[in-house]
Nanobody, 121 residues
């Protein structure tokens, strides 16, 4: 079971990035998915999650209207589209998966290795 993120990088304020998370060893279609981030010196923060049962999406207030979580079942991949990026979005971003929305939001069983996003001019 493995999750591998990609798509991070350096972007100017106001720019966009799309993060990808490819799963192997299990099917993303049947699990709840979440994106977390952790900035230097700060606690890990839940950014967004997607409910496996009905694809309902949830976002933390600071990214609402700017970030979009989605899933491509054919590619077994989950995405995080990030627009209007701000310096405070700078962090290592992690995807995570578990069997239910409650578990993925609280303490996911499966984690990726993380991808660095830096927003700076």
């Amino acid at each position: 079971v493995q999750l591998v993120e990609s798509g991070g990088g350096l972007v100017q304020p106001g720019g966009s990035l799309r993060l990808s998370c490819v799963a192997s060893g299990f099917t993303l279609e049947n699990v709840a998915i979440a994106w977390f981030r952790q900035a230097p010196g700060k606690e890990r923060e839940g950014v967004s999650c997607l409910d496996a049962s009905d694809d309902t999406t949830y976002y933390t207030d600071s990214v609402k209207g700017r970030f979009t979580i989605s899933r491509d079942n054919a590619k077994n991949t989950v995405f995080l589209e990030m627009n209007s990026l701000k310096p405070e979005d700078t962090a290592v971003y992690y995807c995570a998966a578990d069997g239910s929305l409650g578990r993925v939001a609280a303490n996911p069983a499966y984690w990726g290795q993380g991808t660095q996003v830096t927003v700076s001019s």
